[in-house]
């Protein structure tokens, strides 16, 4: 059952921890349900949510008016919006998580011994997930979807600016795993909005396995520095695009403009620009038409300024910035190792592209820049769990150590080692 929260430390502290204990004992019961059930509560869920949409909708614009009055950006604001479009994406991603595979129990890598027995390794759920997120509603279902399908019970930290949402999306989570005769505790929201919470969250390794936060910088970086619980993370989002000496023209422009402009918000949006000094003349002008009629600030290089007479002049801070606003950083490079290098002193490891025709360029750059996620021919918006068909995404992850990149099923799960004998014992 939902624990109820108060307000005093102590009483949060009692809170949290009931929370974990609950999840523990949920994480051993999931272990004991077969995908069949774990398919039919995201079924469930998905039902509920299609006949909760007026209610849905009513939640979030009162978050959405809280928010304007509270003087949220419009980037906070665009993130907390569940339109119907988004409401469409989550039901669509809840109904591609239960159509995929199911990792638990898989079992590769079996091989005989010397001895005569086999060893191979088995795919486990991590546990119990602490996931703590602000702004997106959408979130909440994206990771009880991922935790639940790969056997993990969570518990759901959302911001107090979606709080109204976050309260109507459980409510159908609720409903639909009671619906289908599981747990309810596998997945629980925290209700609580006080930030004492999050430090009992991340603080609790007996309770909880791994931390997943989706949030700004500060939150992420507050989150990394405290916790005594493992952290699956990404700290920013600086992605670039590179136009190669050798790239095809209207690829480059669709692309520039699609990595840009698609959205401004995400975290893979891209960010700068590098575009090789032999195609800059051709390219940068359609480009900078393209921003202009779609109100994106340009701020360029000298050399970008000397095409583009109307952009603002760079400085060292904007090669590292992430705006999450309709403002692009544009450098012209001298070479593909000079775009490289670039990426490399600037980029946050998050997701950078290439657009060339030149095969070996494209090799190279899939093998020299050091990301989670490297494109060739294609805009960065791309790097997405549901785009790379891992359902919906927990999150995305610049770590090197578990998981890396946009983290699906798979990355909620870890290895066991299992052997098979025949009474065999060692000599």
Known sequence: MQQTATDSVGDITRYMR?????ARQASAALRRIDSGRKNAA?????????????????????????????????????RLALTPARIDAMIAGVRQVASLPDPVGEIDGLR??????????????????GIIYESRPNVTIEAASLCLKSGNACILR??????????????CIRAGLEDAAVPEAAVQIVA??????????????????????????????????EATVPVIKHLDGVCHVYLDAQADLDKAVAIADNAKTQRYSPCNTMETLLVHVDIAAV?????????????????????????????????????????????????????????VEHIGRYGSQHTDAIVTENVTMARRFLTEVDSSSVIVNASTRFADGFEFGLG??????????????????????????????DGHVRR
Not at 324 to 334: F, G, Q
């Open 18 to 22: 009931a929370l974990g204990e609950s």
């Open 42 to 78: 995201l079924d469930a869920i998905v039902e509920r949510i299609e006949a909760a949409r007026p209610a849905l909708a009513k939640a979030n614009q009162r978050d959405l008016e809280n928010g304007r009055a509270r003087g949220l950006s419009e980037a906070l604001l665009d």
């Open 112 to 129: 005989y011994q010397p001895s005569g027995i086999q060893v191979g390794q088995m795919r486990v759920p991590l546990g119990v997930i």
């Open 158 to 171: 959302g911001g107090s600016e979606a709080a109204a949402t976050n309260a109507a999306i459980a409510e």
């Open 192 to 225: 609580t909005t006080d930030r004492a919470a999050v430090g009992e969250l991340i603080t609790m390794p007996e309770f909880v396995d791994v931390i997943v936060p989706r949030g700004g910088k500060s939150l992420i970086a507050r989150i990394a520095s």
């Open 283 to 339: 390219a940068l002008p359609r480009i900078a038409s393209i921003y202009r009629d779609k109100g994106v600030e340009i701020r360029g290089c000298d050399r970008t300024r000397g095409i583009i007479a109307d952009a603002l002049p760079a400085t060292e801070a904007d090669w590292a910035a992430e705006y999450l606003a309709p403002i692009i950083a544009i450098r012209v490079v001298d070479d593909f190792d000079q775009a």
């Open 392 to 421: 919906a995404e927990i999150g995305i992850s610049t770590n090197k150590l578990h998981a890396r990149g946009p983290v699906g099923l798979e990355g909620l799960t870890t290895r066991k080692y299992v052997v098979f004998g």
